[in-house]
Every structure is written in C-alpha cells, then in structure tokens.
C-alpha cells in the first residue's frame, strides 16, 4: 500500500528532495525542508492510511480545502507553515510550488525503481493531497509576503522621517543657542557666532527644501566639490563649539596640514562630522574633553573624533550604527545620529569605523580619499 510505501521509505524520500532542491539556482540547507516535506510527508501517510481503511469520506475531510480559504487540518497547517518557512528563507513563490513538485517526482520515481503496485485511487489521494498541499502553501506564503512588505515600507518611511526630525533638530538647536548666545552678549550679528545662526538657518531651508523635493518625487543630487580639510575643520568648530559649551565639556582641535583636501558633499560630510561631535558630548565624562583631529595615512584622510565616555564594550560598538539605537542613559535623542553620520559618509565614499577605548572612551574615525590643495590660477 502507498502509506506503507511512505512510512518505510521517509527517509529515502526526504533526502531525494532535498537533493533536488539543492540542485537549483536557490542553494538550500537541510533545515530549509524540516517543516515542509517531514509534516506532510507524514500528514499525508495518514490520509491514506485512513483512505484505506475504508474511510474515504473521513480521509477527503483531512486534506480538503475549506471554502472559507482557511488551513483547518493538520494538512493544511503543515502547508501553511512551509509556505511561511520557505519565505523566511529567502526562498520564492516558484521555489514553493517546485518542493511539492520535488516530492511528487521523488515518490513516483522511488516506487518505479522499486516497483511498487499502487492503485489507481492511492494515486489519485497522493495527487489530491499535493495540490491542496500547494494551495495552504502558497496562500500562506503570499499572506507572509505581503505582512513582512508592509512593515519594511513602514520601517523605512519611520527611518526617513526619523532622518529628518534629527536634522532638523540638530540645525535649530545650533540656531537656539547663537541666537542665545548673540543676545545673552549683545553680539554683533555680523560676527562669527552671528555666522553660526545663519549657517543654521541655511541649513534648515536646504532641509526643507530637500524634504518638499521627496514628496514631489523630484530627484535630489548632491554636488561634490574638492576643498580645503583646514577650512572645513573651521566651519566644523563655528558649527559645535557652542553646543560643546552646553554641554559642559571642551573641544580641542587639533592642527590640521594645509594642502590636505576631501572631495564631497560639503552640507552632507559636515553633518556627519557635526553628529559625531554632538554623540561625543553626549556622553563624555562632563568637564572631560572632546578632540577632533585630522590627518593623512597614505592615501587616505582620517577625521577623528575621540571623547572621553568611559568606553563602550564590545556589545554596544557592535550595534551602535544600527537605527534607533540608544546605548546609554541618556535617551532624549532618536538614535539616529551615528546612522546619519554613517550613511552620509558613505554616500560621500568613505567608511565611518569606531574604536573602543577600554576604561577611556572611543574613537569614531571618518576615512576619505586624500586630495591635495588644486593650485590657484594665475
């Protein structure tokens, strides 16, 4: 009989499918048929058996589909539940439908070599039960498909606004405190902290208007220029050195060569380097210090960061780029920062690492292409 042919040949069966399965373009591990192929290799042992048994009305109601769509049986529920593995496992719809089809021609072909009699209705269940099989599958695949979907699109579209929120906080809390700064010391606009408010200011309507670009769907292109490592250094410490204040804590930059240049983004690396000085005097030891320093190694530029926090352990630096991650106690920012300063990095062709300093502190290390000062014409 067929369920004596299935019961006693499990293994064999198992093993040919996967081997078919391995063959295709989709490599595929042994776990990746645990649920599928062993469950409904036994669910449909016991259709049979109970088929056989002169039961067949008893044994059409365990593999049947009900009219409402819904996976009632153990047949049913076996299906379904491959179907959500094999999306868990990168597998596609076709993928799916090509296992069942893997069992179907593993049965036939095994009981061809061993020439084993079946009748006509055992064929006629097996078929039944593989198409119905099939169905739970797919339906539960395709459901799966469309949850996990969904939450990506809203993971992203949080991911995006969490980007601007951050920015954007950033930008007016730099303005918040020139303007405080300009008005507490009846400061000139027209001088350097005066030049602060209105780099915030500049930034903010570029933000705005990037954002308004987004939901027109207009295509934004940063420019990338060639420029002086020094200057942009300066630019950096008019932009932090009041939130260092703030924060109670000191920056010292160190000096930076002349003829050292970055090609980039100018507003995106700014942010990046403005985002990990703000994360370092988050979290440095108060009335400790925050260095920035800038150098060349071969062909590379390096910008540091270095603060003096206490040190990070190796779980934290392992995780720290990843969005809405908050190490410390202090928990009144997005976490977002260092993901910002990531991405922007990147986007500009450099690599942003960390170094942990046991007991000390930590050390973010943006690394660029080295450029050199271009001439000035004559």
Not at 43 to 48: D, F, M, P, S
Not at 75 to 84: K, N, R
Not at 252 to 272: E, F, S
């Amino acid at each position: 009989m067929l369920h004596e042919f299935l019961t006693n040949n499990r293994t064999e069966l198992i093993a040919r499918c996967r081997a078919k399965v391995a063959m295709r373009e989709h490599s595929a591990t042994a776990e990746q048929l645990q649920n599928g192929v062993p469950m409904f290799l036994d669910q449909l042992t016991c259709t049979l058996r109970t088929e056989q048994a002169h039961c067949a009305l008893e044994g059409q109601a365990m593999s049947a589909i009900p009219e409402c769509g819904v996976a009632r049986g153990e047949l049913g529920a076996s299906a379904a539940l491959h179907g959500q593995d094999m999306l868990a496992l990168g597998f596609t719809i076709d993928e799916v439908v090509h296992n069942y089809g893997d069992l179907c021609q593993a049965i036939t072909d095994l009981a061809v070599e061993r020439d084993a009699p079946f009748s006509v209705d055992e064929f006629r269940t097996l078929n039944r039960c593989l198409d119905n099989a099939i169905a739970y599958a797919v339906s539960a695949f395709s459901s799966q498909h469309d949850f996990i979907e969904s939450d990506r699109h809203n993971a992203e579209e949080n991911k995006r606004m969490g980007f601007f929120v951050h920015e954007l906080r950033n930008l007016l809390g730099t303005a918040k405190l020139a303007y405080t700064a300009c008005r507490t010391g009846n400061l000139n606009l027209g001088g350097a902290t005066g030049a602060v408010l209105e780099r915030s200011l500049d930034g903010l309507t570029s933000l705005i208007q990037n954002a308004v670009s987004l939901v027109r769907h207009e295509h934004i292109e940063g420019v990338r220029d060639i420029f002086s490592l020094a200057d942009f250094v300066v630019e950096i410490e008019a932009a932090t050195a009041l939130a260092a204040v703030a924060k109670q804590c000191q920056l010292k930059i160190l000096p930076v060569d002349p003829q050292l240049a970055i090609r980039g983004n100018r507003p995106m690396l700014l942010a990046a380097v403005v985002n990990l000085l703000q994360n370092a005097f988050k979290f440095t030891h108060l009335h400790s210090e925050v260095t920035l320093a800038c150098h060349a190694v071969d062909d590379s530029v390096l910008i540091e960061v270095a603060d003096q926090c206490g040190g990070l352990g190796a779980d934290l630096a392992a995780r720290m780029f990843q969005p809405f991650e908050q190490g410390g106690a202090d928990r009144s920012g997005l976490g977002l920062g260092l993901t910002i300063a990531r991405q922007f990095v990147v986007a500009n062709g450099g690599h942003l690492s960390v170094r942990d300093l046991p007991e000390v502190g930590c050390v973010f290390t943006i690394t660029l292409p080295r450029l050199a000062i271009p001439p000035i014409p004559e």
